[in-house]
């Protein structure tokens, strides 16, 4: 990130080294001892060099219309390249056209990253990585556009000079990359966010950890505002009435569910006719915030058509939190002792289906014939992208595609983005049936 | 850390660069007001001479644009902690391009006019 707008402290070696300047220093240091020589003793190239610091545009046009490559086409207008007097030293930042459209359009462009990392440059909705280009080239700046002269029709127009000036340097070169189709930051976002998690007894909220608004995160984590709006959808976590974020802990969430469900069983509650009093009723003032009503009836519950301010809550998301719940605490257990704890939790009349596991656990068969649940919630899983495909390999040798696809929907925004990260980054093996496994990173 | 790229307060114009391949050095450290060299235009074609060397070159659009970002010295945008301004001062569409080898400058003894 400190690469960016901080001018480097030594000059680059590079191939070729011009020396600017150089036909007037050639002037001062000959012209005087050549004064007292005859002038035909003078080289043509002295002679071009002196008509050129004159300004004798005619000589000089008539020397080099002579040579080549000036012997075609050869304007009769020349134009002198000058430094400025005081020339400025900027950073040129290669885009694409449709960052520069956003820019023009008064949209926000920020550049973001911690000292020791890398760099991404944002607009409010995506994000693209940045590098700084290594070139041996030097790339000068004129603040006027400069073009081939328009040419006098007639031809025994005088020779002349213009003179342009070069107004400012580049000191560094950056680049975009590609648009990002992962969330790299999402790891740092969620190490900020669980710096203060919201606990269900009040007294172990008291905690020193910093609670974070957009603004900070935007701070801190190298994501667009869209993006990590997006990323926060996927976790458990509730803008509060302040404005700040809070990570609400699997205690919490556990104590949430366990109060619903009592609430389900002593018919307190139906699941299709929820609404915010009536959570407001079993959910206690002191440990609950309203803004956890709203977010629980706005991501585990739908809206009831034509029933005013009525939800249902959905049944496969209640029985997911259930088993996260269970499996949080133990990681790993027989699928048998699991069967039986979740048939106490479940609210009566609700049963387990093999999909209420997709992206949340995975079976293991054991040496004694007994099988074993493995919890591997993504929420819980490594952030970074490589180490959780290796966690998921030490659970299992060879997945399909479809099946890895659950574990992987926070980290990237497409299915076409992890269609391409498999096919780059992972090893992959066919069976007898040509069924595709992939079995391992590259 | 964040940097906010903003716009120039007189507007974003469009300016143009000339890309040389090497590095250019002047000569006592100072490029104030020295002259670079002399640009001839030859039909399409653009030839820069610096000293004893013909640098053949051309006009090009850039792919992609460049922006020029300058660290902005103004004391007010650099109030907020964790917060730094850069100015976009101008966009770079177009570039005189020189890189293909300088070559020397040759110029034959009898197309000196006679003095």
């Not at chain 1, 430094?83 to 459209?101: G, K, T």
């Not at chain 1, 603040?143 to 005088?158: D, G, I, R, S, Y």
């Not at chain 1, 992962?182 to 790891?187: A, K, Q, V």
């Not at chain 2, 730094?84 to 034959?108: C, D, G, N, T, Y």
């Amino acid at each position: 990130m400190n690469k960016f707008l901080n001018r480097p402290l030594t000059p680059k070696r590079s191939k070729v080294q011009r020396s600017i300047g150089e036909s007037e220093k050639n002037q001062e240091n000959v012209i005087p001892a050549q004064k007292s020589k005859k002038i035909d003793e003078k080289s043509s190239n002295e002679i071009l060099h002196e008509a050129i610091f004159d300004n004798e545009a005619e000589l000089v046009h008539q020397i080099l219309s002579k040579n080549r490559p000036f012997d075609q086409n050869f304007s009769k207008t020349m134009t002198k390249m000058r430094f400025a007097p005081q020339s400025e030293e900027y950073m040129l930042l290669s885009c694409d056209e449709s960052v520069i459209s956003q820019f023009v359009e008064n949209q926000r462009l920020t550049i973001r990253g911690e000292p020791n990392a890398d760099a991404v440059l944002c607009t409010e909705t995506q994000s693209f990585p940045l590098k700084i280009v290594e070139s041996a080239t030097t790339v000068l700046l004129m603040k006027e556009m400069l073009k081939a002269p328009v040419e006098a029709e007639n031809e025994t127009a005088a020779a002349n000079f213009e003179f342009r000036k070069i107004d400012a340097k580049c000191y560094a070169l950056g680049e975009i990359c590609a648009k990002s189709e992962i969330l790299h930051g999402i790891s740092r976002l969620k190490d900020l966010l669980h710096e203060n998690e919201l606990e269900w007894v009040v007294a172990e909220n008291s905690k020193n950890g910093k609670i974070y608004g957009m603004s900070d995160l935007l701070k801190y984590v190298q994501m667009s505002r869209k993006e990590i709006e997006i990323a926060i959808e996927d976790l458990p976590v509730v803008k509060m009435s302040n404005g700040k974020y809070q990570y609400l802990s699997h205690k919490y969430r556990g104590e949430l569910q366990s109060l619903l469900v009592e609430a389900l069983d002593n018919d307190e509650l139906t699941m299709e006719n929820m609404n915010f009093e009536k959570l407001r009723q079993i959910w206690p003032v002191g440990n609950v915030p309203n803004e956890i009503i709203h977010w629980f009836l706005e991501r585990k519950c739908v809206k009831n058509s034509g029933s005013g301010e009525n939800f249902t809550i959905v049944e496969d998301e209640l029985i997911r939190d259930l088993i996260k719940i269970v499996m949080y605490a133990k990681n790993k257990m027989g699928f048998r002792h699991f069967q039986e704890i979740i048939e106490k939790i479940l609210p009566f009349g609700m049963k387990i289906q093999e999909s209420h596991f997709a992206g949340l656990c995975e079976f293991e068969d054991t040496p004694n014939g007994e099988k074993s649940i493995i919890y591997l919630s993504p929420e819980d899983l490594p952030d970074a992208i490589s180490d959780r495909f290796r966690h998921l390999f030490t659970i299992r040798k060879l997945w399909q595609m479809e099946e890895l696809r659950p574990y992987f929907g926070d980290l990237f925004k497409s299915r076409v983005a992890f269609d391409k990260y498999l096919v780059q980054h992972l090893e992959y093996t066919l069976d007898q049936q040509n069924q595709l496994f992939y079995c391992g990173l590259k | 850390m964040q940097i906010q790229l903003i716009p120039n307060e007189n507007g974003v114009k469009e300016w143009m660069a000339i890309e040389l391949h090497g590095t250019i050095t002047p000569q006592n450290g100072e490029f104030d007001e020295k002259t670079l060299g002399t640009i001839c235009w030859c039909g399409k074609s653009v030839f820069m001479i610096i000293g004893n060397q013909t640098l053949e070159g051309k006009i090009t659009k850039i792919d992609r644009p460049l922006l020029v970002l300058h660290k902005s010295q103004n004391p007010e945008d650099v109030m907020i902690p964790d917060e730094k301004i850069a100015r976009v001062e101008a966009i770079v569409r177009q570039k005189l391009i020189f890189k293909i080898r300088p070559r020397p400058l040759v110029i034959s003894a009898t197309s000196v006019p006679v003095q």
